[in-house]
């Protein structure tokens, strides 16, 4: 028997609704090499084009082109076969209105998480806080259907896509400079100026992290019920946060002690009546 009459053999013998056996070998061979052209475009798209992106993004559209030529890859073969698939779409439909009322939330998600891609509020290693949820941390990534946040705790949270999105995000990393605060009140005696260059020659020598372009910034906030109260304000790069935050307010004490400067205790004064 030649390989013809084996084709043709395969061809005349019928599974179900005019599939033959051979129609079926064809169908395998053309997936089979769907799946092979799309993990060669995976590969092509990695090595090429997704050094590019952020990772969060490069990651979802390297699913896209994989899923998706798997899919033209199936419907070549249907299409090539004259099966007819409208009964099967029709039954698809209705399925996919059941299962869509069923999933609202997991549509959301996968919508919500395209939208995030296009828009890019953060990225992949940015340092974020999302106030309506109390989280504060790094993003991992922004996946199909939620997003991960690691937070200073060294915890890693799963976040819905549809949450995220709607939230209110305040990236802590897209500036390459940051602000540090801090408030001290000194005692109603004690000169303004003075304290103010007391503070200002302490954080001079003792950080040298902070941008003398914008100086310092000191404002007498608030004439208080025992102190005069100044709000001191400096600017460091991004990276500093971690040492400019925590060691504001001990340079601030430490340059009011070297003046000799106090910063008093809350105090009342209480008038008794007299009879």
Same mark, same amino acid.
């Given at each position: ?27 395998? &061979?053309?997936?089979? !090499? ?10 092509? @798209? ?30 070549? @073969? ?5 099966? #007819? ?9 209705? @399925? ?9 939330? !997991?549509?959301?998600?996968? &919508? ?22 109390? &989280?504060?941390?790094?993003?991992? #990534? ?8 690691r937070k200073f705790d060294g915890t890693v949270i799963r976040i ?29 005696? #004690? ?26 910034? @000191? ?20 990276? #500093? ?35």
């Open positions: 028997m030649t390989p013809l009459d084996f084709l043709q053999s395969l061809s005349e013998i019928e599974i179900v609704g005019g599939l033959t056996v051979l129609s079926l070998l064809i169908g395998g &061979i053309i997936m089979a !090499v769907g799946i092979i052209v799309a993990k060669i475009a995976k590969m092509i @798209f990695y090595k090429y084009y997704a050094p590019t992106l952020p990772q969060d993004t490069a990651k979802n559209l390297s699913k896209i082109i994989y899923f998706g030529i798997i899919i033209i890859a199936f419907l070549t @073969f249907t299409s090539s076969q004259g099966l #007819d698939l409208s009964g099967l779409l029709v039954a698809g439909g209705i @399925f996919a209105v059941v299962i869509g009322f069923a999933t609202q939330s !997991v549509v959301s998600n996968l &919508i919500s998480g395209v939208f995030l891609m296009v828009e890019k509020p953060a990225k992949h290693g940015d340092t974020l806080q999302i106030p309506d949820m109390g &989280i504060s941390g790094t993003l991992l #990534d922004i996946g199909t259907f939620s997003s991960r946040v819905p896509n549809e949450k995220f999105f709607t939230s209110n995000i305040r990236s802590l990393t897209s500036s390459t400079v940051r602000r540090a605060e801090a408030m001290v009140g000194i005692a109603y005696k #004690d000169d303004i100026e003075q304290a103010i260059a007391a503070i200002k020659n302490e954080i001079r020598m003792t950080m040298p992290f902070v941008l003398m372009v914008p100086e310092p910034e @000191f404002r007498v906030e608030e004439l208080g019920d025992s102190s005069v109260n100044i709000q001191v304000l400096v600017w460091h790069p991004r990276d #500093d946060w971690s040492q400019a935050q925590p060691i504001l307010l001990t340079t601030v004490k430490r340059a009011l002690d070297k003046t000799g400067i106090e910063i008093p205790f809350p105090q009342r004064v209480i008038w008794e009546a007299k009879e």
